[in-house]
């Protein structure tokens, strides 16, 4: 069982990245997924979260600027997102929730985390 996430990169404020996050040894969609961030020294913040049945949450810091979506076909997850600021660098955590949990932003309620993938956002 695995989650490998890419994509992460340098870029401007103002501009867009595309998160991948890959999953291996079961069937993404029958689990809630979720991004987390974190930066040194603080908690891992929950970010976007999509359900078994497509729903989504979002955290109100990313709201109208980040989407989920997924891939069933690709057994991938993706975070879309546009108009960043410096406040959005961070090390994104790709996760699966624990069955039945759905779509809440507790730590504790995820059983499998990719490796992270570092964003960051500077001129």
């Known amino acids: 069982l695995k989650l490998v996430e890419s994509g992460g990169g340098l870029v401007q404020p103002g501009g867009s990245l595309r998160l991948s996050c890959a999953a291996s040894?079961?069937?993404?969609?029958?689990?809630?997924m979720a991004w987390f961030r974190q930066v040194p020294g603080k908690e891992r913040e929950g970010v976007l979260c999509?359900?078994?049945?497509?729903?989504?949450d979002y955290a109100d810091s990313v709201k109208g600027r980040f989407t989920i979506s997924r891939d069933i076909a690709k057994n991938t997850v993706y975070l879309q997102m546009n108009s960043l600021t410096p406040e959005d660098t961070a090390l994104y955590y790709c996760?699966?929730?624990?069955?039945?949990?759905?779509?809440?932003?507790?730590?504790?309620?995820?059983?499998?985390w990719g490796q992270g993938t570092q964003v960051t956002v500077s001129s």
């Open positions: 996760s699966r929730s624990m069955p039945s949990t759905g779509c809440r932003f507790d730590t504790r309620l995820y059983d499998n």
């Open positions: 040894g079961f069937t993404l969609h029958y689990y809630s």
């Open positions: 999509i359900s078994t049945s497509g729903t989504t």
